[in-house]
């Protein structure tokens, strides 16, 4: 079946511009997750979506990161005023339920900030 | 805060080499632990994974034993292929909160 689908797969950007990066969940899904890698470092956290809902947005690192799941699948993280800081790869994952242990992640969005 | 600590890449090794990444954590309470793995050009996947103090989960050859009494969840394989070559991550995540807090990650490379 199909994974997890992220969208771009690279976006380049300027300092100070607005971008969006999509992430197609597992079908039935409910949980779904934003994580972001910085080159050579694991994967860190940002948001927990379960549900239409963010149940957890404390990994967000300030006001610029938003993401949003209206309708309780697609999710769409937005960043505004892009920093070169922000340049990284951003990951998404789903699980089945919020408390499944397994997370499936999607190939990530490659962002670079010039 | 929460913390997992895996030993530095990259770790080179011979086929049919034995294979040990350490990993060693830091939490509060009772985490899960779990190993993934990211091949060339492919997302994270979750390799194994051990829920409660003593478990050992294993797939593809590989194990890991969650030991609480060194906090610590070591990855080996017996005889490594080069198939194998891939970026390995050791992560934790604590009880209701479902969020993954993941080492830096161990780049390993098998030779022919």
């Known amino acids: 079946g199909a994974g997890v689908s992220q969208t771009p797969s690279n976006k380049v950007t300027e300092k100070g511009k607005y971008v969006e990066l999509r992430c197609d969940p597992i079908?039935?899904?409910?949980?779904l997750y934003w994580y972001r890698q910085s080159l050579g470092q694991g994967p860190e956290f940002l948001i927990y979506?379960?549900?239409?809902?963010?149940?957890?947005d404390s990994g967000l690192p300030n006001d610029r990161f938003f993401a949003v799941r209206p309708e309780g699948s697609v999710s769409t993280l937005k960043i505004q005023r892009t920093e070169r800081g922000d340049s990284a790869v951003y990951l998404c994952a789903s699980s089945l339920t919020g408390t499944s242990y397994e997370q499936f992640f999607g190939p990530g969005t490659r962002l670079t900030v010039l | 805060g929460d913390s997992v600590t895996q030993m530095e890449g990259p770790v080179t090794l011979s086929e049919e080499a034995f294979l040990t990444i350490n990993c060693t954590y830091t939490a509060t309470g009772y985490p899960s632990l779990f190993w993934y793995v990211q091949y060339p050009g492919e997302g994270l996947q979750l390799l194994l994974k051990a829920t409660k103090a003593d478990d050992k989960g294993s797939n593809k050859g590989f194990e890991a034993t969650y030991r609480k009494e060194t906090t610590s969840f070591h990855l080996e394989k017996g005889s490594v292929q080069v198939s194998d070559s891939a970026v390995y991550f050791c992560?934790?995540?604590?009880?209701?909160?479902?969020?993954?807090?993941f080492g830096q990650g161990t780049r390993l490379t098998i030779n022919p």
């Open positions: 992560a934790l995540s604590k009880t209701g909160a479902q969020k993954l807090v």
């Open positions: 079908s039935g899904h409910t949980a």
């Open positions: 979506f379960q549900g239409t809902g963010a149940a957890d």
